[in-house]
C-alpha cells in the first residue's frame, strides 16, 4: 500500500490543476474599488473568508485529500507491533478435542479455571468458539450471558449442555477484529498452526501417549469387502480400549437402536478394531471413555455397493456389464458415456449422475493413471478428475464428480484396465461420514452423541475431523488482520470538512443547499 | 458640408458626428426656438423661473451718467435724488455668462466606456457652443489635460473634435483639482461636472461654483457579471486587486454606498444642483434637455 504522503500528492494532483487552472483561467474584473471595499464581515463566515479568502474550496480540497491519504494509509491504525487499540477479548475454543482428556484436567476445564482465576483476562471480553448446528457455521457466543449466575465447575458443564463441540473455524475470530476488539486471546488446546495477530494459550491436547488422557479413536475407513460381502469399519485406537456398542438407525425416521452382537463383529486390527457388518445402513459406533472421559460416538453410513447406472456408447455399455455391482437404471446414479454421446450433457447439470466418460484415441499417449485410481498396476491413459463444464463437486464430500479417461491402443490392451474404472467409481461413492460443512448446506441433528446433517431428504453423518481426537501435527500460519483503522473518525472528519464546504458554498453563492422546484 | 455650412444648418460636421451624438442638433434648434412667451409645457406646469423673470441679471457692471440713446426707466430715480444728475446702472448681460465643462477623463471612466464618455462630454460642450454659451472645456483626470475656451461660443464641431483626439482615460482622478483649476481659470459661474464621481475625496457640496451641474456616467458592477464567488477586481486608477466573495453581504455593501454617493448629489439637487446619471448605452435625450433647461434657469 503506497505511503500516506504518496497518496496525499497523487490525490492533491487535481487539486493542484484545479488551483492551476483557476490562476490561468481566473477573469479579473476592473472597477474603482470605491464602492467595493471588503465589509467586515462578522459571524462564522468572517474567519473563513479573512483566512482563506481567495482559495478556501481548493484549500478545503486539499484538506480532503489529506483526510483521505491518511484514512487510506490507515492513519489511527496501531503500528506493527504495537498492542491494538480496542477492548480486549478472550475466545475459549469449543471444539471436540476440548472435551479430551480426564474430567477436571480438560482442556475445557483449564479454559474455565483460566477464566474465573486469571486477573489479566478479567477485563477482556469473554466469547466461545462454537459450531452452530442450526446454522452450519462458526460462531462467537458471547459468554457473560451464557454463563451468568453459573459459579465454580458449573461453568464447563453449562456450556458442554449449550454448545455443540464440533470442529470450528478459527478464522471466524477475525470478526472479532471488524467488531473493534484489540488484543485477542485464545484459550484452546493445540493449535494445529502457528498464529500472528492474536495470542493463543495452548492448554495441551491430552495425549494417550504421554498419559494425560486414556483413551483415542477414530474410523480410518469403512468400504465393502466384496470378498467376504460384508461392510468393514476400521479404528485407529489409541490408550485403552473399552467396550464399543454399535446402534443401527431405524428407517426411516429413526432413532438409533442397539443392533444385536450378531449382525456386527469386533476383529482386531494392526492399529485399532475392525468391526464387520453383514448389511448396508446407518450406524452408530460408540467408543465410552473410560475412568469417566468424554467417549466418542461415530454415525457411518454403508452403503450398498449395487449403483444404478447407464451407459452410452459401445465401449461404455461394456464397462457396465463388465462390473455386477453396476445395475443399468433410467435414474442412474452414475453415467457412463463415451465422448461425442449426447448423455455427456444431462449429466453435466448438477444434481444429475455421476459422469464417467471415455475417448478413444487412435494412438498412445503420454501419461500413465495413478497408481491409486488403477490399484497400484501401470496403466498407460489419460484421466482428468474434473471434466472441464462439469459441475464441481461439493466440498464436503470432496468427490469428483466427472472422471474422464482417454484410452490408447496401449490401454485398451492393458488387462488392468478396469481396476482403473473401479477405481474411479469407488472412489465418487458417498464417503461413510463427512468431517466438514459449508455453511448453509443443512441443518445439523444431535443423535445420541454423533451428529447428522439433514439436507432435504438426505440424512448424511458428520464426525469431527482427526484432528480433535488426536494431536495435530502443526503446519502453516493462521494471520489475523490487523484491526481496520479508525473509519468513524475519518469518516467524520470528511463529513465536517465536507460541510465546511457546503457552508462555505451557500455563504459566498447566497443559495439554499437544496433549492426548490 | 463646410465647418460653416455645417454651423449655419446647425449639424455637426461628418468628423465631429461620432463624437457629438446625432440629436444633439435637434434639440439645439428646438431650445433656440424656445421663448418667453412660448415656454415647453413641462416648463409651464414647472412654473420655472427662467420664465417669469426675463432680462438682466443683477450682476452690477457699472454706473453712468444717462445719455440720451438710453432708455429713460432705467434712470436711477434716488442718485437723482441726491445728485440732482440722471445715472444710468449697467449689468451684465445674464446670457452672456459662460459655462465651465469639465470631463473626467481618468482611468476609471473606463469602466463606463472611453467613448461614449467622450461622446457626452463633446455633446454638451457642443450643445452650450451652439446656443452661444461661452464655455471653458477642460478634460481633467489627476490634472487638467486639456483646455479650450469658447469666449463666443459656436456651432463649429471642429474644436470639439480635435480637443478630444487623443486623449484616453488615464490617471486618477481629482475632482476637487480640476475644479478649482476651472474656478480660476474662468470667472464662468456655471459649472458643467461630467463624471463617474468615483473620488471620496470630493463632495458636491465643495464646488465653489454658483450653479453646478453634475452628469453622473455610472455603469454597475452587476453589469460585469461577477458571479456568484469570489471575485478579483482590478483598480483601473491604482493598479490595486481586490478579491473578495461577491455574495450577497458584499451586494448589500456594494448597494449602500451606491446609495449614499447618490444621497450626497440628491442632497445637492435640492440645494440647487443639477444631477443626472446616465448608463451606458441609455437614450441620453432627456438628460440633455434637462441639463440645458437647468443651466438657463
Given at each position: 500500500?503506497?505511503?500516506?504522503?504518496?497518496?496525499?500528492?497523487?490525490?492533491?494532483?487535481?487539486?493542484?490543476a484545479?488551483?492551476?487552472?483557476?490562476?490561468?483561467?481566473?477573469?479579473?474584473?476592473?472597477?474603482?474599488?470605491?464602492l467595493?471595499?471588503?465589509?467586515?464581515?462578522?459571524?462564522?463566515?468572517?474567519?473563513?473568508?479573512?483566512?482563506?479568502?481567495?482559495?478556501?474550496?481548493?484549500?478545503?480540497d486539499?484538506?480532503?485529500a489529506?483526510?483521505?491519504?491518511?484514512?487510506?494509509?490507515?492513519?489511527?491504525?496501531?503500528?506493527?507491533?504495537?498492542?491494538?487499540?480496542?477492548?480486549?477479548a478472550?475466545?475459549?475454543?469449543?471444539?471436540?478435542?476440548?472435551?479430551?482428556?480426564?474430567?477436571?484436567?480438560?482442556?475445557l476445564?483449564?479454559?474455565?479455571?483460566r477464566l474465573?482465576?486469571?486477573?489479566?483476562?478479567?477485563?477482556a471480553?469473554?466469547?466461545a468458539?462454537?459450531?452452530?448446528?442450526?446454522?452450519?457455521?462458526?460462531?462467537?457466543?458471547?459468554?457473560?450471558?451464557?454463563?451468568?449466575?453459573?459459579?465454580?465447575?458449573?461453568?464447563?458443564?453449562?456450556?458442554?449442555?449449550?454448545l455443540?463441540?464440533?470442529?470450528?473455524?478459527?478464522?471466524?475470530?477475525?470478526?472479532?477484529?471488524?467488531?473493534?476488539?484489540?488484543?485477542?486471546?485464545?484459550?484452546?488446546?493445540?493449535?494445529?498452526?502457528?498464529?500472528?495477530?492474536?495470542?493463543?494459550?495452548?492448554l495441551?491436547?491430552?495425549?494417550?501417549?504421554?498419559?494425560?488422557?486414556e483413551?483415542?479413536?477414530?474410523?480410518?475407513s469403512?468400504?465393502?469387502?466384496?470378498?467376504?460381502?460384508?461392510?468393514?469399519?476400521?479404528?485407529?485406537?489409541?490408550g485403552?480400549?473399552?467396550?464399543?456398542?454399535?446402534?443401527?438407525w431405524?428407517?426411516?425416521s429413526?432413532?438409533?437402536?442397539?443392533?444385536?452382537?450378531?449382525?456386527?463383529?469386533?476383529?482386531e486390527?494392526p492399529?485399532?478394531?475392525i468391526?464387520?457388518?453383514?448389511?448396508?445402513?446407518?450406524?452408530l459406533?460408540?467408543l465410552?471413555?473410560?475412568?469417566?472421559?468424554?467417549?466418542?460416538?461415530?454415525?457411518?453410513e454403508?452403503?450398498?455397493?449395487?449403483?444404478?447406472?447407464?451407459?452410452?456408447g459401445?465401449?461404455?455399455?461394456?464397462?457396465?456389464a463388465?462390473?455386477?455391482?453396476?445395475?443399468?437404471?433410467?435414474?442412474?446414479?452414475?453415467?457412463?458415456?463415451?465422448?461425442?454421446?449426447?448423455?455427456a450433457?444431462?449429466?453435466?447439470?448438477?444434481g444429475?449422475?455421476?459422469?464417467?466418460?471415455?475417448?478413444?484415441?487412435?494412438?498412445?499417449?503420454?501419461?500413465?493413471?495413478?497408481?491409486a485410481?488403477?490399484?497400484?498396476?501401470?496403466?498407460?491413459?489419460?484421466?482428468?478428475?474434473?471434466a472441464?463444464?462439469?459441475?464441481?463437486?461439493?466440498a464436503s464430500?470432496?468427490?469428483?464428480?466427472?472422471?474422464?479417461?482417454?484410452l490408447?491402443?496401449?490401454?485398451?490392451?492393458?488387462?488392468d484396465l478396469?481396476l482403473?474404472?473401479?477405481?474411479a467409481?469407488?472412489?465418487?461413492?458417498?464417503?461413510?461420514?463427512?468431517?466438514?460443512?459449508?455453511?448453509?448446506?443443512?441443518?445439523?441433528?444431535?443423535?445420541?452423541?454423533?451428529?447428522?446433517?439433514?439436507?432435504?431428504?438426505?440424512?448424511?453423518?458428520?464426525?469431527?475431523?482427526?484432528?480433535?481426537?488426536?494431536?495435530?501435527?502443526?503446519d502453516?500460519?493462521?494471520?489475523l488482520p490487523?484491526p481496520?483503522p479508525?473509519?468513524l473518525?475519518?469518516?467524520?472528519?470528511?463529513?465536517?470538512?465536507?460541510?465546511?464546504k457546503?457552508?462555505?458554498?451557500?455563504?459566498?453563492?447566497?443559495?439554499?443547499?437544496?433549492a426548490?422546484? | 458640408?463646410?465647418?460653416g455650412?455645417?454651423?449655419?444648418?446647425?449639424?455637426?460636421?461628418?468628423?465631429?458626428?461620432?463624437?457629438v451624438?446625432p440629436?444633439?442638433?435637434?434639440?439645439?434648434?428646438?431650445?433656440?426656438?424656445?421663448?418667453?412667451?412660448?415656454?415647453?409645457?413641462?416648463?409651464?406646469?414647472?412654473?420655472?423661473?427662467?420664465?417669469?423673470?426675463?432680462?438682466?441679471?443683477?450682476d452690477?457692471?457699472?454706473?453712468?451718467?444717462?445719455q440720451?440713446?438710453?432708455?429713460?426707466?432705467?434712470?436711477?430715480?434716488?442718485?437723482?435724488?441726491?445728485?440732482?444728475?440722471?445715472?444710468?446702472?449697467?449689468?451684465?448681460?445674464?446670457?452672456?455668462?459662460?459655462?465651465?465643462?469639465?470631463v473626467?477623463?481618468s482611468a476609471?471612466?473606463?469602466?463606463?466606456?472611453?467613448?461614449?464618455?467622450?461622446?457626452?462630454?463633446?455633446?454638451?460642450a457642443?450643445?452650450l457652443?451652439?446656443?452661444?454659451?461661452?464655455?471653458?472645456?477642460?478634460?481633467?483626470?489627476?490634472?487638467?489635460?486639456?483646455?479650450?475656451?469658447?469666449?463666443?461660443?459656436?456651432?463649429?464641431?471642429?474644436?470639439?473634435?480635435?480637443?478630444?483626439?487623443?486623449?484616453?482615460?488615464?490617471?486618477?482622478?481629482?475632482?476637487?483639482?480640476a475644479?478649482?483649476?476651472?474656478?480660476?481659470?474662468?470667472?464662468?459661474?456655471?459649472?458643467?461636472?461630467?463624471?463617474?464621481?468615483?473620488?471620496?475625496d470630493?463632495?458636491?457640496?465643495s464646488?465653489?461654483?454658483a450653479?453646478?451641474?453634475?452628469?453622473?456616467?455610472?455603469?454597475?458592477?452587476?453589469?460585469?457579471r461577477?458571479?456568484?464567488?469570489?471575485?478579483?477586481?482590478e483598480?483601473?486608477?491604482?493598479g490595486?486587486?481586490?478579491?473578495?466573495?461577491?455574495?450577497?453581504?458584499?451586494?448589500?455593501?456594494?448597494?449602500?454606498?451606491?446609495?449614499?454617493?447618490?444621497?450626497a448629489?440628491?442632497e445637492?439637487?435640492?440645494?440647487?444642483?443639477?444631477?443626472?446619471?446616465?448608463?451606458?448605452?441609455?437614450?441620453r435625450?432627456?438628460?440633455?434637455?434637462?441639463?440645458?433647461?437647468?443651466?438657463?434657469?
Open positions: 500500500m503506497p505511503s500516506a504522503l504518496a497518496t496525499f500528492l497523487l490525490l492533491l494532483a487535481p487539486v493542484a484545479m488551483l492551476f487552472l483557476n490562476l490561468r483561467l481566473s477573469r479579473r474584473l476592473s472597477y474603482p474599488h470605491e467595493l471595499e471588503e465589509e467586515r464581515r462578522r459571524g462564522p463566515a468572517a474567519f473563513l473568508f479573512r483566512a482563506l479568502r481567495a482559495y478556501w474550496d481548493l484549500v478545503l486539499a484538506a480532503l489529506l483526510a483521505v491519504a491518511l484514512a487510506l494509509a490507515g492513519g489511527g491504525a496501531p503500528r506493527d507491533g504495537a498492542e491494538p487499540r480496542g477492548r480486549p478472550l475466545v475459549v475454543d469449543c471444539s471436540r478435542s476440548m472435551l479430551a482428556g480426564r474430567p477436571g484436567s480438560r482442556p476445564d483449564l479454559a474455565m479455571r474465573a482465576e486469571d486477573e489479566s483476562l478479567r477485563k471480553e469473554p466469547f468458539l462454537a459450531f452452530d448446528p442450526r446454522t452450519a457455521r462458526t460462531r462467537l457466543v458471547p459468554l457473560r450471558r451464557l454463563l451468568s449466575g453459573v459459579e465454580g465447575g458449573g461453568a464447563a458443564a453449562r456450556l458442554e449442555g449449550e455443540a463441540f464440533l470442529a470450528v473455524d478459527y478464522g471466524e475470530l477475525a470478526a472479532l477484529r471488524r467488531r473493534g476488539f484489540g488484543r485477542i486471546t485464545l484459550l484452546t488446546d493445540a493449535l494445529p498452526f502457528r498464529t500472528e495477530g492474536f495470542e493463543a494459550v495452548e495441551g491436547f491430552p495425549d494417550p501417549a504421554s498419559g494425560e488422557s483413551f483415542a479413536a477414530y474410523p480410518s469403512a468400504r465393502h469387502d466384496r470378498a467376504s460381502g460384508s461392510w468393514l469399519v476400521a479404528l485407529v485406537e489409541a485403552r480400549r473399552g467396550d464399543l456398542s454399535v446402534k443401527a431405524r428407517a426411516p429413526g432413532p438409533f437402536e442397539r443392533l444385536a452382537p450378531s449382525r456386527y463383529g469386533v476383529e486390527g492399529a485399532g478394531r468391526l464387520r457388518f453383514s448389511s448396508p445402513g446407518l450406524y459406533v460408540s465410552p471413555g473410560p475412568y469417566g472421559e468424554a467417549g466418542a460416538d461415530f454415525a457411518l454403508l452403503a450398498s455397493p449395487a449403483t444404478a447406472a447407464s451407459a452410452e459401445p465401449f461404455s455399455s461394456r464397462v457396465l463388465a462390473f455386477p455391482y453396476l445395475a443399468a437404471s433410467e435414474k442412474p446414479e452414475l453415467a457412463l458415456v463415451d465422448e461425442g454421446g449426447k448423455g450433457g444431462a449429466a453435466a447439470r448438477a444429475g449422475p455421476r459422469l464417467v466418460s471415455t475417448r478413444l484415441a487412435p494412438e498412445d499417449g503420454r501419461l500413465v493413471l495413478s497408481p485410481l488403477a490399484g497400484g498396476r501401470l496403466i498407460a491413459a489419460g484421466a482428468e478428475p474434473e472441464p463444464g462439469f459441475a464441481p463437486a461439493p464430500g470432496g468427490r469428483a464428480r466427472a472422471r474422464r479417461f482417454v490408447g491402443p496401449a490401454a485398451l490392451a492393458n488387462e478396469p482403473a474404472y473401479d477405481g467409481i469407488l472412489a465418487g461413492a458417498e464417503p461413510p461420514f463427512l468431517d466438514s460443512t459449508r455453511p448453509g448446506e443443512g441443518r445439523i441433528e444431535a443423535a445420541m452423541g454423533a451428529y447428522l446433517l439433514r439436507s432435504g431428504d438426505s440424512l448424511r453423518p458428520l464426525a469431527p475431523p482427526p484432528s480433535e481426537y488426536f494431536a495435530p501435527a502443526r502453516g500460519v493462521l494471520r490487523p481496520p479508525p473509519r473518525l475519518w469518516s467524520a472528519v470528511l463529513g465536517l470538512l465536507s460541510a465546511a457546503l457552508l462555505a458554498w451557500r455563504k459566498s453563492t447566497g443559495k439554499r443547499l437544496l426548490r422546484g | 458640408m463646410s465647418d455650412e455645417a454651423a449655419r444648418s446647425g449639424q455637426p460636421r461628418d468628423a465631429a458626428r461620432g463624437l451624438d440629436e444633439a442638433a435637434a434639440l439645439v434648434r428646438a431650445f433656440g426656438r424656445r421663448t418667453p412667451r412660448r415656454p415647453p409645457l413641462s416648463a409651464q406646469a414647472s412654473r420655472d423661473p427662467m420664465f417669469r423673470r426675463a432680462g438682466s441679471s443683477f452690477l457692471k457699472n454706473i453712468r451718467e444717462y440720451s440713446t438710453d432708455d429713460p426707466r432705467r434712470i436711477e430715480w434716488k442718485l437723482e435724488g441726491r445728485t440732482d444728475r440722471l445715472f444710468v446702472k449697467e449689468y451684465y448681460d445674464e446670457e452672456r455668462d459662460g459655462a465651465a465643462v469639465l473626467d477623463l476609471s471612466l473606463g469602466v463606463y466606456g472611453a467613448a461614449e464618455a467622450k461622446r457626452v462630454g463633446a455633446t454638451i457642443w450643445m457652443g451652439a446656443l452661444g454659451v461661452p464655455t471653458s472645456l477642460e478634460a481633467f483626470a489627476g490634472r487638467t489635460l486639456r483646455r479650450l475656451s469658447r469666449q463666443r461660443g459656436g456651432k463649429s464641431t471642429a474644436p470639439i473634435a480635435s480637443f478630444f483626439a487623443g486623449l484616453e482615460p488615464e490617471g486618477r482622478t481629482d475632482i476637487s483639482a475644479v478649482a483649476s476651472a474656478r480660476a481659470a474662468s470667472r464662468y459661474r456655471r459649472l458643467v461636472l461630467v463624471s463617474d464621481f468615483f473620488d471620496r470630493w463632495s458636491p457640496r464646488s465653489p461654483f450653479r453646478n451641474c453634475f452628469v453622473r456616467l455610472y455603469r454597475p458592477f452587476s453589469d460585469l461577477p458571479g456568484r464567488a469570489e471575485v478579483d477586481v483598480d483601473p486608477e491604482t490595486r486587486r481586490l478579491r473578495l466573495p461577491w455574495d450577497a453581504a458584499a451586494e448589500a455593501a456594494y448597494a449602500r454606498r451606491e446609495a449614499e454617493l447618490d444621497a448629489f440628491r445637492a439637487a435640492r440645494r440647487g444642483a443639477y444631477y443626472g446619471i446616465l448608463r451606458p448605452g441609455e437614450p435625450r432627456t438628460l440633455y434637455w434637462s441639463l440645458l433647461e437647468a443651466l438657463y434657469a
